[in-house]
T-cell receptor, first 115, second 116 residues
Framework: EAGVAQSPRYKIIEKRQSVAFWCNPISGHATLYWYQQILGQGPKLLIQFQNNGVVDDSQLPKDRFSAERLKGVDSTLKIQPAKLEDSAVYLC?????????????FGSGTRLTVV | AQTVTQSQPEMSVQEAETVTLSCTYDTSESDYYLFWYKQPPSRQMILVIRQEAYKQQNATENRFSVNFQKAAKSFSLKISDSQLGDAAMYFCAYRSGLESGSRLTFGEGTQLTVNP
């Protein structure tokens, strides 16, 4: 089966600019996650979708971050305006259902550098 | 809130030797799952091994095994017969057993170097 696809792989922007990341989960996976991984740290959940509804966005900085999952398939994560501290790898992951005991399948992430 | 701690930022091992990576966690829940993920330079997180908290038997996957001590809230990973391809960042992760608690909480990671 195809894995979780993410694009772009790298992105460099200036602070205060906007940026968007795209994720295509594994076909049939109802649950989709966006994680932020700052250099030298473990990933931290930003937002979780179940189909096209938000389940958990408690750690999403809503003043600048937004995400959507139209039609319960692809998802887009946006940052507007970006700050220097947003430099990180943004990982997308998906699982067949929410209470999946086998972990998730992760994509290769987008490395964002804000200068 | 649950926390996961990996106290070894870096570890090294000789090829074909055995290495153990440490992980401790804090939770008030009795039902949960623990995972070890491997992250090579490609950045993709790869599941290495998982453990259900209700199982007393330690999980094993080929050269990878865990030492799960529920009372001590400890979950270490043992890699036997280390190979050059094992070199990567390793993350310990926790997931609640609740139906709604599917978020993974990760530790800070341990960078493993395998020396030829």
């Amino acid at each position: 089966e195809a894995g979780v696809a993410q694009s772009p792989r790298y992105k460099i922007i200036e602070k205060r600019q906007s940026v968007a990341f795209w994720c295509n989960p594994i076909s049939g996976h109802a649950t989709l996650y966006w994680y932020q991984q700052i250099l030298g740290q473990g990933p931290k959940l930003l937002i979780q979708f179940q189909n096209n509804g938000v389940v958990d966005d408690s750690q999403l900085p809503k003043d600048r971050f937004s995400a959507e999952r139209l039609k319960g398939v692809d998802s887009t994560l946006k940052i507007q305006p970006a700050k220097l501290e947003d430099s990180a790898v943004y990982l997308c992951a998906s699982s067949l259902r929410m209470a999946n005991n086998y972990g998730y399948t992760f994509g290769s992430g987008t490395r964002l550098t804000v200068v | 809130a649950q926390t996961v701690t990996q106290s070894q930022p870096e570890m090294s091992v000789q090829e074909a030797e055995t290495v153990t990576l440490s992980c401790t966690y804090d939770t008030s829940e009795s039902d949960y799952y623990l995972f070890w993920y491997k992250q090579p330079p490609s950045r993709q997180m790869i599941l290495v091994i998982r453990q259900e908290a209700y199982k007393q038997q330690n999980a094993t996957e080929n050269r990878f095994s865990v030492n799960f001590q529920k009372a001590a809230k400890s979950f270490s990973l043992k890699i036997s017969d280390s190979q050059l391809g094992d070199a990567a960042m390793y993350f310990c992760a926790y997931r609640s057993g609740l139906e709604s608690g599917s978020r993974l909480t990760f530790g800070e990671g341990t960078q493993l170097t395998v020396n030829p």
